[in-house]
């Protein structure tokens, strides 16, 4: 009998993709499946390295550009934070909702129709047992659709995003944060939602907000990470670096870029707590909206020339492996869905150096989540600023400057979890029982097994 197989639709943004290549590492681990990823160009080259024990995917090229590429065409070359930028609150959602159709549909409509044709072409030519669908991915979805092929949605997002719809007494009504909003207010979200479906989610319910109903059909997997080699390996010369001390990682999106003003007042925000804590260093993955090399040497010019501040326009090993060093105690992030998650996970602890401080030796000696502080952007970014001080595992770190930053807020923000104090160490605490609940499966490994399922299913029906 021919091996089964399955085929991935999904972007080749990093904050959809992840998922899927996590997911699809652990189906060719099994080698019960042949794996199909199906994308657009830029996510090539990290499907052909996607390999175990020999066994690759293979990847199929679609017609058409990606979200990304569509967007700078039209905006006229201008780089998607640049236009999808906004701040929270109600007139800063309603300013986001008349840009919003460009983002979740960016092609026009013959592209988009010869690129649903494509895929289903492709469906028809490989006959994967199992569709999987990136759920905004839209092209996928209609495909599978139009050809009636049973597909299950693998989402990035928390299951807030895929359930508030269902949940009892009109609850989307009233209790729960608008992403665009991300000031914990409530107003009604609208999200489609198919119960003859199955999802896959990279949340638990101690990671989300109160959802009362769980239907059979969403799978609650836990984070969904990449298996990412360790820094030692990707990167030897950063993981000596990582060794010398606790670090707060700074990773602001893939697709953010920093102005000079907004580079000033992160690098305030840093200085606050770089003078409360000199055992502390900072790795900060910093993409330039022009010259920032000025003002960074103005504010953190010592730091940066002893090394303690490290400031890099790409990092080389996934931020998840970084964050397995256990060298992390913090991490500032945009609020993207697979930061928040990577962060909630752990940090998996390997060096305790003499001066590392009691409450830092109590966190680096678990294999624990780190606290976070989100410094939101647009859209969902705003959700998981607002969930993290929900959860009390992080702090939403720009409320009055977003989506840019203001120096002094932010450094009362990260010192809200690096300070000595009781509200801190709770933060800390928190992270870390977080982290723990992380701990009782590997995402990656739960949508494995529910996919190997429904794929022998469908294969004996």
Known sequence: MAKLSVLFFTNCEHGQANVALATAYELLRSNE??????SYGVLETRVTELE???????????????????????????RPNEVGCHS??????????????????????????????????????????????????????DACIMDGKKYVILTPCAAKDVLATQQPRLAMFWKY?????????????????????????????????????????????????LASPPVSRSDPELAAWLKRGPTVLVVLGSHVFTSSDHARELAIGLRVVLDHDPTLQVLWKLRPLGNVDQTLNDILGKELASGRVRVESWLIPDPMAIMQS??????????????????????????????????????????????????????????????????????????????????????????????????PKAIRNRARELGDVCQRSEGREVACMKILEMVHAEASA
């Open 33 to 38: 499946v042949d794996v199909h990823i199906a």
């Open 326 to 423: 256990g060298q992390v105690v913090c991490s500032v992030h945009h609020g993207g869905a697979n930061s928040w998650f990577e962060a909630a996970k752990y940090a998996d602890p390997t060096r305790v150096t003499a001066s590392t401080k009691p409450w830092l030796m109590i966190l680096v000696l678990h294999r624990c989540g780190v606290p976070s502080v989100v410094m939101p952007v647009w859209y969902d970014t705003y959700d998981y600023a607002v969930r993290s001080e929900y959860l009390g595992s992080g702090v939403y770190g720009s409320k009055t400057a977003a989506p840019y930053a203001e120096g002094t807020e932010f450094g009362h923000a990260l010192m809200a979890v690096l300070g000595d104090g009781p509200g």
């Open 177 to 225: 944060p608008v992403e665009e909003h991300g000031i914990g207010t409530k107003l009604p979200i609208l999200e489609s939602f198919r119960p003859e479906v199955q999802y896959l989610c990279p949340a638990l319910p101690e990671l989300d907000f109160d959802l009362p109903y769980k239907p059979s059909n969403v799978t609650w997997c836990g984070p969904i990470v």
């Open 88 to 141: 929270p609150g109600v007139i800063g959602a309603t300013r986001s909702y008349r840009k919003l159709d460009n983002f979740l549909a960016s092609s026009d409509g013959p592209q988009y129709m010869s690129t649903v044709e494509g895929c289903r072409d492709l469906i028809r030519t490989v006959n994967p047992t199992l569709v999987i669908v990136d759920p905004v991915f839209n092209v996928g979805l």
């Open 52 to 78: 175990v024990e020999g066994r690759r995917a293979t990847f199929h090229l679609l017609s058409g550009k990606s979200m990304y590429e569509d967007l700078k065409i039209i905006y006229s070359g201008s």
